[in-house]
T-cell receptor
Framework: DAGITQSPRHKVTETGTPVTLRCHQT?????MYWYRQDPGHGLRLIHY???????DKGEVSDGYSVSRSKTEDFLLTLESATSSQTSVYFC??????????????FGPGTRLTVL | RKEVEQDPGPFNVPEGATVAFNCTYS??????FFWYRQDCRKEPKLLMS???SGNEDGRFTAQLNRASQYISLLIRDSKLSDSATYLC??????????FGDGTTLTVKP
């Protein structure tokens, strides 16, 4: 299995509080991604990174920010959590861009509940 | 219309059955294609890549039809352990994947 960990694995927080989720990889892959998964919506991309300090928005980026100061760490921050951000969050990594088998490897997920 | 669409199912089949899933995509510039398997409350894991020439891995066969913009997954001789949700993924720029919502398969004794 690819070396990807996420922390925390479970979190319950209150509306309005800031929350930071961490993704850590030991594979030295260039690309990292944050997704959320909700019933009826599948996996939706929040933000992604194509290198240290290089990030871009995905399809559901409102209310989220990210940072990547090291190759191995990709942080997702909810500045002021809302109940609509209750979800399962997956981090993923990918090695290459151009064609071929640039499949993604996923972390175990973080279950976030915002009360 | 979603960029990637799958029949959500559920598909309920007996052991030994053959089952097929389809996934359609709207972006003709899509570069690579995959099937992932996701068990309940677990992360998605790559099942297989999908190539234009079609590819097979044991009981699993994946095919790509670029002209009609769909990919398919065929599972032969279904096992109880095949019960899971199957996600198709279509990659574009920066290796970003767009996922279908998944098709749930339950294989029954």
């Amino acid at each position: 299995d690819a070396g990807i960990t996420q922390s925390p694995r479970h979190k319950v927080t209150e509306t309005g509080t800031p929350v930071t989720l961490r993704c850590h990889q030991t594979e030295n892959h260039r690309y990292m991604y944050w997704y959320r998964q909700d019933p009826g919506h599948g996996l939706r991309l929040i933000h992604y990174s194509y290198g240290v300090k290089d990030t871009d928005k995905g399809e559901v980026s409102d209310g989220y920010s990210v940072s990547r100061s090291k190759t191995e760490d990709f942080l997702l921050t909810l500045e002021s959590a809302t109940s609509s951000q209750t979800s399962v969050y997956f981090c993923a990594i990918s090695e290459s861009l151009a064609g071929g088998d640039n499949e993604q490897f996923f972390g175990p997920g973080t279950r976030l509940t915002v009360l | 219309r979603k960029e990637v669409e799958q029949d959500p199912g559920p598909f309920n089949v007996p052991e030994g059955a053959t089952v097929a899933f389809n996934c359609t995509y709207s972006n003709s510039a899509s570069q690579s294609f995959f099937w992932y398997r996701q068990d309940c409350r677990k992360e998605p894991k790559l099942l297989m890549s999908v190539y234009s020439s079609g590819n097979e891995d044991g009981r699993f066969t994946a095919q790509l039809n670029r002209a009609s913009q769909y990919i398919s997954l065929l599972i032969r001789d279904s096992k109880l352990s095949d019960s899971a949700t199957y996600l198709c993924a279509v990659n574009g720029f920066a290796g970003k994947s767009t996922f279908g919502d998944g098709t749930t398969l339950t294989v029954k004794p």
